[in-house]
């Protein structure tokens, strides 16, 4: 290395957005490459509301790897990390920055160790999809600095070793992640299906229900799953290869009606599947079964859908409402049957107009 004093810092910092599924993914055909069981779809939110921000940092004064999440140290000894590290580390390019006179080759990367600092502006693990942004990001990021010249679908396969739903996080706009044939996983990679531009008046609301920590995370849940369902059989196989295609269309067409329909009922389809675990996994909640109901009764009474609901691995509603002016008047309506008052647990956060409303209790 050409810089002899040790005492140079090499940085960068990246921001990636969280992704909500519309078509599900919810178990998979192999834990330590991470293959899920069936195709999945979803939309990637707007980075300005729920996001997360890593700083990766290289020095030859760092004696090992670490990093902090939300300002706390976590231990970096998981084989997830390990394998996104490793596979980001082998891809390593030179990297020279001139003005602070550093030098890195190739061959160097082996040797020097990371510090990774990661933050995110919404609830973790609370069924926002925190993983899916914060292993994105950790692998953009770290792709930055070491200069790898992967494209982003090789980097989505990386990111999908993090966690499955990151792949997902490294595009904007709609994205499908193809499960793939190859055992190996070199073909189960993110795809944009459409970019941010299309079908811009979709807004997103997001009803914080509940900001814990889910009791079931969402791999030792589908695991689980696979291990005890029969319904998830019916599922990968059935019923979401022909809603893929389904949902598709409806993207390309912008066709409202059918994608609420198909987005409720994945859902839906997802926490019967949860039921149908041994024992099982309830992650919804009374609220989360009113909000429903208040959005199907809606739906019905306008004779077309007016909003699509979906919920993660959590309690917190996620909403598509089909433009600006529906969104006005959901946000009425959660009002009115949420009321703000002093002790509730219902924040609700607009997503896609520029415009938030936070801590609505
Ligand atoms: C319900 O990607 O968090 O949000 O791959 O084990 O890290 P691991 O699971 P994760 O699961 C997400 C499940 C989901 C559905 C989805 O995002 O498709």
Same mark, same amino acid.
């Given at each position: ?7 140079? $810092? ?84 030179? $990297? ?94 993110? $795809? ?80 019967? $599947? ?88």
């Amino acid at each position: 290395m050409a810089d002899e004093s040790q005492k140079w $810092v090499l940085m960068v910092t990246a921001q990636t957005p969280t992704n909500i599924a519309v078509i599900k993914y919810w178990g998979k055909r192999d834990e330590t490459l991470i293959l899920p069981v069936n195709d999945s779809i979803s939309v990637t939110l707007d980075p300005e509301h729920l996001c997360t921000t890593t700083t990766v940092a290289v020095s030859p004064s760092f004696d090992k790897d670490r990093m902090w999440l939300n300002g706390k140290e976590i231990s970096l000894s998981g084989g997830r990390f390990q394998s996104c590290l490793r596979e980001i580390r082998c891809r390593a390019g030179d $990297v020279e920055d001139e003005k602070k006179g550093i030098k890195i080759a190739k061959k160097d990367w082996e040797k020097l160790h990371v510090h990774i600092a990661s933050y995110n502006n919404f609830p973790t693990a609370a069924g926002l999809a925190s993983s899916a942004a914060g292993l994105a990001c950790l692998v953009f990021s770290l792709a930055k600095l070491m200069n790898v010249k992967e494209d982003h679908g090789k980097l989505s396969a990386i990111a999908r070793q993090g966690s499955g739903s990151a792949c997902r996080s490294l595009y904007g706009g709609f994205v499908k992640w193809i499960m793939g044939k190859d055992e190996k996983g070199s073909d189960s990679i993110a $795809v944009q299906l459409a970019d941010e531009k299309h079908w811009d008046d979709l807004v997103i609301v997001i009803a914080v229900v509940s900001s814990r920590q889910k009791e079931t995370s969402s791999t030792t849940g589908m695991r689980e799953t696979v291990e005890t369902s029969m319904l998830l059989q019916h599922r990968a196989k059935e019923v979401v290869p022909k809603r893929i295609l389904q949902m598709e269309e409806a993207i390309r067409n912008r066709d409202f009606a059918s994608f609420a329909h198909l987005t409720c009922a994945d859902s839906n389809q997802f926490h019967a $599947v949860c039921l149908d675990t041994c024992p099982p996994i309830f992650y919804m909640n009374d609220t989360s079964h009113r909000i429903i109901s208040i959005v199907e009764k809606w739906n019905r009474s306008e004779g077309t859908p007016q909003v699509a609901y979906t919920f993660d691995a959590g309690p917190n509603a996620v909403m598509i409402a089909r433009n600006r002016k529906v969104a006005g008047v959901l946000l009425q309506k959660l009002l009115f049957y949420f009321p703000p008052q002093p002790d509730t647990d219902l924040n609700s956060y607009v997503i896609g107009d520029k415009s938030i409303l936070k801590d609505a209790g």
